[in-house]
């Protein structure tokens, strides 16, 4: 049945719509953190639909919230109405974004938030120009892609805007690397200050930022990176957009929003992902003088649909009824320790925060990268009942998102199937 489904798959998807493992799976059924395929094998999930069921599977809040609105027959009415759900849940993240006079856009996706984000900011600074991280990733549409920071993922070199990358969001293979924090944050700093003094015209609508990498293998600047640069930033009149896209809503753990380690409110935030826990929700709040920069009317005919608010006010109340931002703090702490700990010959660095935790593998004794290790550690967990997932400019860093309601012992669990994976990976790929 699944290579039959595969075959279908190949014929009628686009090629460039990756699958992985070299046995690709279909996920029929799933409960809590754990989640069962076409052919009965059942694995603890650790990468939770690229950091989207942050609640896990089957959580009665949730289904019985998006139950209840089905029952009243309606699924859309379109922003041309009021819709009480969209409003109370703006008011809510308004309140929690610190933006002054914040107001909320709901769309479909995080793309979508980054879209409309590059189009308020160059509309409200009258200017095409925007600043973007090396090594980012902040969608697919053809607006996010022209200030995407990574090769693997750029399928056009067309663009809406002109783009300028500055360094900073990976330290491990940055010129920098070897500097202090503060140092680091130093050189990066005097990098934004000489491309905007070079490579722009100096009227630059934005730069836009993922307090952590997300598709670019959880790298991270040490804290304080961006508020010395949001210094920089308005003394030029710079907006700074936050992509809160995989970071938002206590996964790291320290805070609500990855922003917040930095010490400073940026002017916009996006986010989508963990917000909907599967539903399609994401959205842009920002101040509301930004927000209110259009002239023409605009609107999103599914963004803040009555199901995705229902579906995702319930994440929110789960998320806070349950205090998920210590429990990220907690497992995080967990799985940090153990893989450090772990010092295999493969692994050059163990980063990140919360349950957002990347691990970087190279070829022993040097800081080549090694796609082959985290190709075999991919099929290494799978034989083993754990799904992870894979990112990073090169493609050699292993991702692990788990669902926020991760238990201590899902936690081990995982944990000493990662180990020991790395073990057999090493022996496999000869030292």
């Known amino acids: 049945m699944t290579d039959e489904l595969l075959a279908r798959h190949r014929a009628v998807m686009p090629s460039w719509m990756s699958l992985l493992y070299e046995e690709p799976i279909e996920i029929v059924h799933a409960h809590d953190r754990r989640m069962t395929d076409s052919q009965g094998r059942t694995y603890l999930d650790f990468f939770a639909g690229v950091l989207t069921n ?9 289904g019985d919230a998006v139950r209840k609105q089905l029952d009243t027959g309606i699924l859309h009415t379109s922003t041309l109405y009021l ?11 308004a309140k929690l974004s610190g ?27 009258r200017s095409n120009q925007v600043l973007a991280m090396r090594n980012s990733y902040h969608g697919r549409s053809f607006g996010t892609v022209a200030i995407t920071g990574n090769r693997g ?33 130093k050189a990066c700093v005097a990098d934004l200050v000489d491309v905007l003094d070079t490579a722009t015209a100096g009227d630059v609508a934005c730069l836009i930022a993922e307090p952590i990498q997300g598709v670019g293998g959880f790298s991270l600047p040490p804290d304080g990176l961006f508020r010395a640069m949001k210094e920089v930033l308005d003394s ?25 380690a930095h010490g400073v409110t940026p002017d916009m935030m996006t986010f989508a992902k963990g917000l909907g826990n599967g539903l399609a929700v994401g959205g842009v709040v920002a101040r509301g003088d930004i927000m209110d920069c259009f002239q ?27 205090d998920l931002q210590a429990n990220c703090a907690a497992r995080g702490a967990q799985l940090l320790s153990g893989l450090r700990a772990a010092a295999s010959p493969l692994v050059a660095e163990v980063r990140g925060k919360g349950l957002m935790i990347g691990v970087e593998l190279i070829k022993p ?39 926020m309601t ?10 000493d199937i990662l180990v020991d994976s790395l073990a057999a990976t090493h022996a496999a790929l000869g030292g």
């Open 236 to 260: 030029y009149g710079v907006l700074f957009v936050s992509d809160e896209v995989q970071t938002g809503w206590g996964r790291t753990g320290e805070h609500f929003w990855g922003i917040t």
């Open 365 to 403: 004794g040097t800081t080549e990268p090694n796609v082959p290790a985290a190709a075999r550690m991919l099929e290494e967990t799978k034989k083993r009942g754990l799904l992870i997932g894979k990112g990073g400019l090169h493609g050699n860093v292993l991702r692990l998102g788990p669902p």
């Open 406 to 415: 991760l238990t201590a012992e899902e936690a081990q669990e995982g944990l």
């Open 99 to 125: 933006i002054p006079d914040a107001k909320v856009f709901f769309t479909n996706s995080g793309s979508e938030a980054n879209d409309t984000a590059l189009m308020l900011a160059t509309q409200f600074r």
């Open 83 to 93: 819709i009480r759900s969209q409003v109370e849940l703006a008011e809510r993240i």
């Open 296 to 322: 023409a009317q605009s609107f999103s005919t599914f963004g803040g649909n009555p199901v995705s608010m229902a579906g995702a006010t319930a994440v929110l109340d789960y998320i806070q009824d349950h």
């Open 153 to 185: 993922w750029s399928a056009s070199a067309l663009s809406p805007v002109k783009v300028s990358y500055v360094h900073g969001g990976y330290r491990y293979r940055s010129p920098f690397r070897d500097l202090s924090d503060a140092d680091y944050i």
């Open 54 to 62: 942050s609640m896990g599977y089957d959580v009665a809040e949730i």
